[in-house]
């Protein structure tokens, strides 16, 4: 199964074409959705999932608002170029037949992780397709992450060994070494 961070692909296009934007002869800004296209057709066609599914982020509060005023409080808000494309690249992602979801009060990361457990209990080999590094802690036996290209660079697949050297921990212990070296998520 596939199971792609929607939100965190918009985001990697919108900033990739920063400086030179692609904008529809209309005027309508496309970096996040020629981006988004271009990493998950070509993923599309090199695994040929049985499952495939898109989680975006549902708009509004989530659980973790509730329970921690200042949560995410850092980051800054979602350029005002990104909205109107997640409309676009759910078009797209219907006229794949991929499933689109997006869960009221619960983030994408967890949509995906909970997805990618539900796969693994029922043995089904699941790669998530993402570049946040809180979602290495899903790395398992049945569970890869896909670190999306960048420029010249092929996609690549996080597995336990990969985790560890890239972070010097194993993926349970991901959450605590993210703690420990302060990173704002």
Do not use: W
């Not at 457990?117 to 699941?126: E, L, P």
């Amino acid at each position: 199964a596939l199971l792609i961070d929607a939100l965190g692909l918009a985001y990697r296009g919108h900033f990739a074409f920063a400086r030179n934007p692609l904008v529809a002869t209309d005027g309508r800004p496309t970096s996040a959705v020629f981006s988004f296209l271009m990493t998950i057709v070509p993923l599309l066609d090199q695994y040929a999932p049985a499952y495939a599914a898109v989680v975006f982020d549902a708009p509004g509060r989530t659980f973790r608002d509730d329970l921690h005023a200042e949560y995410k409080g850092t980051r800054p808000d979602m350029p005002e170029e990104i909205p109107p494309q997640l409309a676009i690249i759910k078009d797209f992602c219907a006229a794949l037949g991929l499933a689109v979801f997006e869960v009221p009060g619960v983030e994408a990361d967890d949509v995906l992780a909970t997805l990618a457990r539900r796969g693994a209990h029922d043995g089904v080999d699941s790669f998530i397709v993402t570049a946040d590094k809180d979602l290495l802690q899903m790395v398992g036996a049945h569970v890869t992450v896909l670190a999306p290209s960048r420029g010249d660079m092929p996609s690549q697949e996080m597995r336990a060994a990969e985790v560890f050297a890239k972070l010097g921990v194993p993926p349970l212990a991901v959450i605590d070494y993210l703690a420990l070296v302060g990173d704002t998520a």
